[in-house]
């Protein structure tokens, strides 16, 4: 089993950047799809990008499409989300997530607990 362990989550501006990493131990990143979703107090955990297992095919949450991008290091066994013009809405718990599906799968997928593997989160808070 992939363990999974998110950071680089913090306090930033409306406007500003943040990357995010998912660092995985235990099994090699290579076989997974891999996918970030967000957890805001109060509402269900959404989607937000999922990438292939080599990195080639990617899908965003409309929310996020033209701000955020996904992408992996299979050799440094971590996969990123650049987050960039923060808004005050994308303030959430940022989950990364592992599974032997594909990305399309984890991008529709209704039932999140099904998914292989979760990381603890890390809180992104933007403020106004």
């Known amino acids: 089993q992939v363990q999974l362990v998110e950071s680089g989550g913090g306090l930033v501006q409306a406007g500003g950047s943040l990357r995010l990493s998912c660092a995985a131990s235990g099994r090699t990143l290579s076989i997974y799809a891999m996918g970030w979703f967000r957890q805001a107090p109060g509402k269900e955990r959404e989607f937000v990008a999922s990438?292939?297992?080599?990195?080639?095919?990617?899908y965003y949450a409309d929310a996020v499409k033209g701000r955020f991008t996904i992408s992996r290091d299979n050799v440094k066994n971590t996969v990123y989300l650049q987050m960039n013009n923060l808004a005050p809405e994308d303030s959430a718990v940022y989950y990364c997530a592992a599974d032997r599906g594909t990305a399309q799968a984890i991008s529709i997928t209704t039932r999140t607990s099904t998914l292989d593997a979760w990381g603890q989160g890390t809180l992104v808070t933007v403020s106004s």
């Open positions: 990438t292939s297992k080599g990195g080639g095919i990617t």
